[in-house]
C-alpha cells in the first residue's frame, strides 16, 4: 500500500504536527551546557571582580543574561521561525520586549535606590 506511506520525505521524526522541532537527548545536553556556561561566566566576572568596574559588569552580565533567554527559548522551548505558522517569532518579539523592559526597570530602580538611599558611616550598623 504506497499510498499510505508517509510522504514527509523521513523528517516525521524531526518536526512535528505544527512544523515544531522535537526534543532530542543531544539538543537538550547542548542547551544544558550552554546555559550552564553562560551562568558560571557571570558568576566568576563578579566574584573575581575581573572587569574592575560595576557598571561594565553590569552590563556584560545583561548580555550574558539576554543571550541565556535566547538559549532557553531554541534549546528548551522549540521557538524557531518556521514553528507554528510564523506565531512563534511573533512570542520571541514580546518576549524580547517584555525583557528589555524589565531589565531597563531593574536597572533604573537599582540606580536610583542607589542615589537616593541614606548613606552609612562605615561605623554605623542598623540594630
Known amino acids: ?14 518536526r512535528g504536527e505544527h512544523g515544531a522541532s522535537h ?3 543531544r539538543g537538550y545536553l547542548t542547551g544544558f551546557v ?6 558560571a561566566i557571570p558568576f566568576w ?12 559588569t553590569a552590563i556584560v552580565i545583561m548580555v550574558f543574561a539576554a543571550v ?16 507554528e505558522g510564523g506565531w512563534t ?6 518576549t524580547i520586549v517584555i525583557v528589555v523592559i524589565a ?11 542607589n542615589v537616593n538611599m541614606m548613606p552609612m558611616a562605615p561605623g554605623d ?3
Open 1 to 14: 500500500m504506497s499510498g499510505s506511506q508517509n510522504h514527509s520525505g523521513g523528517h516525521g521524526a524531526e
Open 23 to 25: 526534543a532530542t537527548l
Open 34 to 39: 550552554l546555559a550552564a556556561i553562560l551562568t
Open 45 to 56: 566576572l563578579v566574584m573575581a571582580d575581573v572587569l574592575g568596574n560595576a557598571t561594565t
Open 68 to 83: 541565556q533567554i535566547v538559549v532557553h527559548m531554541i534549546y528548551f522551548l522549540h521557538m524557531d521561525s518556521r514553528s
Open 89 to 94: 517569532m511573533m512570542a520571541l518579539i514580546f
Open 103 to 113: 531589565l531597563s526597570g531593574s536597572l533604573w530602580v537599582m540606580y536610583h535606590l
Open 125 to 127: 550598623h542598623p540594630m
